[in-house]
């Protein structure tokens, strides 16, 4: 799935109680930690292009450092762990695992499949690219029903208030 998505799914589902900012960070943690360390670097070398960049120019730390942003395991120990802290914040990271549970179906074995329950197990879905048309076009009508119903309320208010 692409950031974008994921930082709205993690907003949208788990931002509403206060925490907007925080669930959108969390929904985007994982690509973050991982490629976004190194994206920079990458274009400042090869120049942006349309893609998924090859894996032959992949660093190795990437690599390492992939499977633990996009771990069930990591992730679900960092939210209880937090939980005990700030039941609030461990909310909003639930973006963070909703990230991980979307990854999982919309990766290919082919090009970074989610290691969903590393280190206990290197157990990855090959799953459909989230590049498909019907997997874009259903998270793109996803993200709308989602946020229309977020909306609501002020919708609603809105309208009254137009009535008047």
């Given at each position: 799935m692409d950031t974008l998505s994921h930082g709205l799914w993690g907003g949208g589902?788990?931002?509403y109680r206060g925490r907007m900012g925080l669930a959108l960070f969390f929904g985007v943690f994982p690509d973050l930690f991982s490629f976004g360390l190194w994206l920079p670097f990458y274009y400042r070398t090869y120049g942006f292009h349309w893609?998924?960049?090859?894996?032959?120019r992949i660093p190795e730390w990437l690599l390492a450092v992939y499977?633990?942003?996009?771990s069930l395991v990591?992730?679900?120990?960092?939210?209880?762990?937090?939980?005990f802290w700030r039941k609030e914040v461990a909310f909003a990271m639930l973006g963070w695992v909703f990230h991980i549970l979307l990854d999982a179906p919309f990766h290919t074995a082919d090009y970074f499949p989610t290691p969903i329950f590393w280190p206990v197990s290197d157990w990855m879905l090959d799953g459909i690219a989230w590049s498909n048309p019907w997997v874009w076009f259903s998270n793109v009508a996803g993200l709308v029903v989602l946020f229309l119903w977020r909306g609501r309320a002020?919708?609603?208010?809105?309208?009254?208030?137009?009535r008047r």
């Open positions: 589902l788990f931002g893609g998924p960049p090859p894996m032959e499977p633990v942003s996009h990591v992730a679900g120990v960092a939210v209880a762990a937090v939980s002020k919708l609603t208010a809105w309208w009254l208030r137009l």
